[in-house]
């Protein structure tokens, strides 16, 4: 018992590590709880059943226990045990009152409030073992933080004792803390059916609470599984680490060691002292105290898994202590204020010879549902919190985007992200150009895409930016007509196109105009304030006119010949045939008048005076709707 010691001073780091370690676990439990939630999964209801009845042996019609039972159960409780019950509770619910996410604003820029909110949990299910003990203090430890955070839906699953159900302790202990909804189930088993709301169970949004190796696996797995539940902490077997010194009561640390060593057959626990003539004191008080406790053949599997460690100084004790990250750390020595500040990694920490580990499990306030295997080094014990989720929220005026705007602008550009520095970047501009107008910005702009077994086109406009424009479509001649458009309407226009131009140019020309039309049509919104008509007139030699009336209703006229076949790779016959597409996509009126000799010229002319007459056409004049019929359609 015991009788594995190392002296931490004179070990090398391969054996501090050797003398840190869990006992083993097998995957056994792993597999086992993998397979039982997948078949729940696949096959809901009758799944559950037949698990319950292979490994609980008890498969009721219902697996939720009725209130007559629970009543019942209440009735013939001990008045001592239902005032210990209700005293421990208390004690639990002083501690836990203090914490809780709170909610806060902070201006985090002029003109932008970030706030937090904290909101419960909808179901949180509480998972109770009741395999060799009835832990009801681990329901006291898990119901009064729920209602705390104020879960509006706590549930409580325990194993069933044998054919009666749940044992009747946990049942009244249930009823004095006024949880009314317990179901007579446990396992995998129970875990998949509160993961997926089967045979009765509610879905629970996170679960809680300890459980066997077919439990903790049951949690990790369905909590990696989409659309799972989330789960408390990384669960395992029980431990404790008790740091004495010379003057320590032997009887006290004994007494500490096999609380923790009586709870299972896996537990752990880890004696650190200075001497080894305290480790012999100590020794012999554990197997004294062994010949009277009840669970002494359980208890002496457990210790079959301890170890003592020999340390010279206090920093050493720190070192092994935060090494190993213990589920319950007890110091029993002179210096132990002087420890506590030092230890930074364990579940919970009892200082002295009159707090032993027992006192928080059941009484003292402190949660004892606790990080286990090492996980002390990340998570700490289960509080109001973990029932508890927190959401933010973020509220900016037009000023104070503006004041934020440069910086997520130039960290935007910094990763590479152009969509997210367009977003700022709009507004920015908007609430530079109008610092006064305190209504919301009428975001004029609209992305679209036109794919087809030609071509595979995507056009971004922004009216109310006057460029830079990025166009691609493969007709370099065409690329210039349409940036001729974008600068001359005075908006910006990314178009990114591929199409069949190893057969010829006509798909991509016709459905680059279908697509430029359908996101300028929508960039334009309700059109309320523009000025809805535009026209323009000569260039040098060539006169090209167009006029344009964004009526909602589409109709070109084209007028004019173009001499020759090509200008570049753009064939001249797809003139007429890009405005009527622009047209019928707007849902516009455009009329083009095109006179001249250089076909370059009056091409380049008709797309220039398009580009202009559409600047006049899209401004905005005022807030009224430009008809007298009061709609644009």
């Known amino acids: 018992m015991m009788l594995e010691t190392l002296n931490w001073s004179k070990a090398d780091d391969a054996q501090r590590r050797s003398a840190l370690l869990r006992p083993e676990a097998t995957n056994t439990a792993g597999a086992a709880a993998r397979d039982i939630v997948d078949a729940i999964y696949a096959n809901g209801d009758n799944a559950v059943?037949?698990?319950?009845?292979?490994?609980?042996?008890?498969?009721?019609?219902?697996?939720?226990?009725?209130?007559?039972?629970?009543?019942?159960?209440?009735?013939?409780?001990?008045?001592?045990?239902?005032e210990a019950i209700l005293a421990a509770a208390d004690?639990?619910?002083?501690?836990?009152?203090r914490q809780g996410y709170g909610s806060y604003s902070v201006e985090t820029w002029p003109g932008v409030m970030a706030s937090r909110r904290a909101t419960p949990v909808d179901v949180a299910a509480l998972y109770v073992p009741a395999g060799s003990a009835p832990l009801v203090s681990t329901l006291i430890?898990?119901?009064?933080?729920?209602?705390?955070?104020?879960?509006?839906?706590?549930?409580?699953?325990?194993?069933?004792?044998?054919?009666?159900?749940?044992?009747?302790?946990?049942?009244?202990?249930?009823?004095?803390?006024?949880?009314?909804?317990?179901?007579?189930?446990?396992g995998a088993q129970a875990v998949a059916a509160l993961a997926t709301g089967t045979a009765g169970l509610p879905r629970a949004d996170k679960i809680f609470g300890p459980g066997?190796?077919?439990?903790?696996?049951?949690?990790?797995?369905?909590?990696?599984?989409?659309?799972?539940?989330a789960v408390d902490l990384p669960a395992g077997p029980s431990e404790v680490m008790v740091i004495a010194d010379a003057n320590a009561d032997a009887g006290f640390v004994a007494s500490d060691l096999l609380s923790q060593a009586e709870h299972d057959p896996s537990a752990q626990v880890m004696l650190v002292c200075f001497d080894a003539a305290s480790r012999e004191r100590i020794v012999a008080a554990v197997e004294e105290q062994l010949t009277a406790l009840p669970r002494a053949g359980i208890a002496r599997q457990a210790m079959a898994n301890s170890r003592t460690i020999l340390c010279d100084s206090l920093d050493d004790a720190a070192d092994v202590a935060n090494a190993y990250a213990p589920e319950h750390l007890i110091l029993q020595l002179g210096e132990a204020e002087a420890l506590v500040a030092r230890v930074r990694h364990a579940g919970s920490i009892f200082v002295g010879a009159w707090a032993p580990e027992a006192a928080g499990d059941y009484a003292a306030g402190p949660n004892h549902t606790l990080p286990t295997?090492?996980?002390a080094r990340a998570h700490g014990g289960v509080t109001v919190e973990a029932f508890q989720k927190t959401t933010t929220i973020l509220r900016a005026s037009k000023a104070g985007a503006a004041a934020m705007a440069p910086t997520v602008e130039r960290l935007a550009a910094l990763e590479g992200l152009a969509g997210h520095e367009t977003a700022m970047r709009l507004r920015r501009e908007w609430a530079e150009a109008w610092p006064d107008d305190a209504s919301g910005p009428r975001l004029r702009t609209s992305a679209k895409r036109r794919k087809t077994k030609e071509t595979d086109i995507t056009v971004v406009v922004d009216l109310?930016?006057?460029?830079?424009?990025?166009?691609?479509?493969?007709?370099?001649?065409?690329?210039?007509?349409l940036d001729q458009i974008a600068r001359h309407a005075g908006i910006a226009v990314n178009i990114d196109a591929t199409g069949d131009l190893e057969i010829d140019a006509h798909h991509t020309i016709e459905d680059v105009c279908l697509t430029l039309g359908e996101a300028l049509h929508e960039a334009l919104g309700d059109k309320r304030g523009i000025a809805r008509f535009g026209f323009e007139l000569p260039m040098d030699e060539t006169r090209a006119g167009v006029w344009i009336d964004l009526s909602g209703r589409p109709f070109t006229k084209f007028e004019g010949e173009i001499p020759g076949e090509r200008v570049g790779e753009f064939p001249v016959e797809m003139v007429p045939h890009a405005f009527r597409s622009l047209a019928e996509s707007m849902k516009a009126a455009i009329h083009v008048r095109v006179e001249g000799e250089n076909a370059h010229h009056m091409v380049e002319g008709a797309f220039k005076a398009f580009g202009r007459a559409l600047r006049q056409a899209v401004r905005i004049e005022s807030e009224r709707l430009p008809s007298t019929k009061e709609f644009l359609e």
């Open 141 to 186: 430890m898990l119901a009064i933080p729920a209602q705390l955070a104020g879960v509006p839906r706590i549930v409580v699953v325990a194993p069933p004792a044998g054919p009666e159900g749940v044992n009747p302790g946990l049942l009244a202990a249930a009823s004095l803390l006024g949880l009314d909804e317990v179901y007579a189930i446990g």
């Open 212 to 229: 066997n190796a077919y439990v903790a696996a049951a949690k990790a797995h369905v909590a990696s599984l989409p659309g799972g539940p």
């Open 91 to 97: 004690a639990v619910r002083r501690f836990h009152v």
């Open 49 to 82: 059943r037949q698990y319950a009845a292979r490994l609980d042996g008890y498969a009721p019609d219902d697996f939720r226990v009725d209130a007559a039972t629970i009543a019942a159960a209440r009735a013939d409780l001990d008045p001592a045990d239902a």
């Open 373 to 375: 295997g090492g996980a």
């Open 464 to 481: 109310d930016r006057d460029g830079p424009s990025q166009i691609a479509t493969g007709i370099g001649y065409f690329d210039h007509m």
